[in-house]
Nanobody, 115 residues
Framework: QVQLVESGGGLVQAGGSLRLSCAAS????????MAWYRQAPGNQRELVASIASGASTNYAESVKGRFTISRDNAKNTVYLQMNSLKPEDTAVYYC?????????WGQGTQVTVSS
């Protein structure tokens, strides 16, 4: 059974930083593409950043230069370092694991950025 467990969300002031973690189990972590998505109230879920098995990364334009995605295959964990946070980054952040047509989601972690 695949499980993705996110942690690290919380309340932070604008300009602050948070680091999200997602621990995966039940998958061959080294071969999957890992990603972070977010969903704000009333909005669709959107891709924030992804990191492939070969460690190539992709970012949404809105977070480029502020967020960094990384993975530790030895710990089956993916991270999202978020710096210079803005109120518009407020959302529930979801971890995703994808391999070919299979896709798995975590339960989400709330990030709230106050102005």
């Amino acid at each position: 059974q695949v499980q993705l467990v996110e942690s690290g969300g919380g309340l932070v002031q604008a300009g602050g930083s948070l680091r999200l973690s997602c621990a995966a189990s039940g998958i061959i972590f080294g071969i999957v593409t890992m990603a972070w998505y977010r969903q704000a109230p009333g909005n669709q879920r959107e891709l924030v950043a992804s990191i492939a098995s070969g460690a190539s990364t992709n970012y949404a334009e809105s977070v480029k230069g502020r967020f960094t995605i990384s993975r530790d295959n030895a710990k089956n964990t993916v991270y999202l370092q978020m710096n210079s946070l803005k109120p518009e980054d407020t959302a529930v952040y979801y971890c995703n694991a994808k391999y070919v047509i299979e896709s798995y989601w975590g339960q989400g972690t709330q990030v709230t950025v106050s102005s």
